[in-house]
């Protein structure tokens, strides 16, 4: 192996931890989402960087380097610098929210989106640790990451009047041509959407705090289960919001 071969081996990235898996034999695998794209690292139990990586959990903010070996599937953590945390998220009102952002996240963030992805996901978890109502910035954050994604729903309704209906295929629409699978938006519901895909993003916070978030949240639930997939966190969504309701 030359020296550039092995130089290569090593990368430097940046991101935030989204899930945090101690293996039997004292190794960490940690999941992080950052500009660059979703990673998976291992840090070894015998070769953490001054321990401190064995301290790192979740939604911490770190810039790290990981060597990469071709026959191995995980990089394994060589340095790591704590850049930041995100203080209450762990809260039993937050973390329901928190996770599941950060399951999303690290979904959608492909290579040729993260970018567009990383400055969303990081707003909307700060939104998460602080405004009085999570559910706010879980659905701003959950809808704007789909659609930097390229999987947000058009918004032309292609059967206007009656009770406002999104069909999963991505098409809104109303009560009276909905066809299966849909979920009701509730009243107000297709300008709230609209409000979160084209506005900026103080505007449209202020359009979801001066409604009601839920039946956006259900929506948003239902959409990524059938765009993306199932996400384990939904359950602990639906149990903390009540989300349980009119589809």
């Not at 704590?82 to 203080?87: A, D, F």
């Not at 009243?187 to 959407?193: I, Q």
């Not at 978030?213 to 903390?240: D, F, I, K, N």
Request: hydrophobic fraction near 40%; charge should be positive; glycine fraction near 10%.
């Amino acid at each position: 192996m030359t020296y550039h071969e092995e130089v290569e081996r090593y990368r430097t990235s940046e991101g935030v931890i989204v899930a945090r898996k101690p293996l039997p034999g004292g190794d960490v695998i940690l999941r992080l989402v950052g500009p660059e794209g979703s990673s998976a690292v291992v840090a070894r139990k015998a070769q953490r960087p001054g321990g401190r990586s064995g301290r790192l959990m979740l939604f911490h903010h770190v810039r790290y380097q990981a060597y990469h070996k071709p026959e191995r599937e995980l990089a394994t953590l060589t340095q790591v610098e704590l850049i930041g945390r995100l203080e209450g998220l762990s809260e039993p009102r937050r973390y329901p929210a928190a996770a599941y952002l950060a399951e999303l996240a690290y979904n959608l963030a492909a290579p040729e989106t993260a970018a567009a992805i990383w400055p969303v996901f990081t707003s909307s978890l700060r939104g998460v640790a602080s405004h009085a109502d999570p559910r706010v910035p879980l659905v701003w954050g959950g809808w704007r990451m789909l659609a930097a994604a390229g999987l947000a729903p058009s918004l032309d309704d292609r059967c206007p009047g009656g009770a406002p209906y999104l069909e999963l295929t991505g098409s809104l629409t109303s009560s009276a041509c909905a066809r299966e699978p849909r979920v009701y938006l509730g009243p107000g519901g297709a300008a709230g959407l609209a409000a979160i895909l084209k506005r900026p993003g103080s505007q449209a916070v202020a359009a979801l705090e001066a409604g009601d978030p839920l039946p956006l949240l259900r929506a948003l639930l239902a959409y990524v289960s059938y765009q993306v997939e199932p996400l384990r966190s939904e359950a602990a969504v639906r149990s903390a919001y009540r989300t349980n309701g009119k589809t």
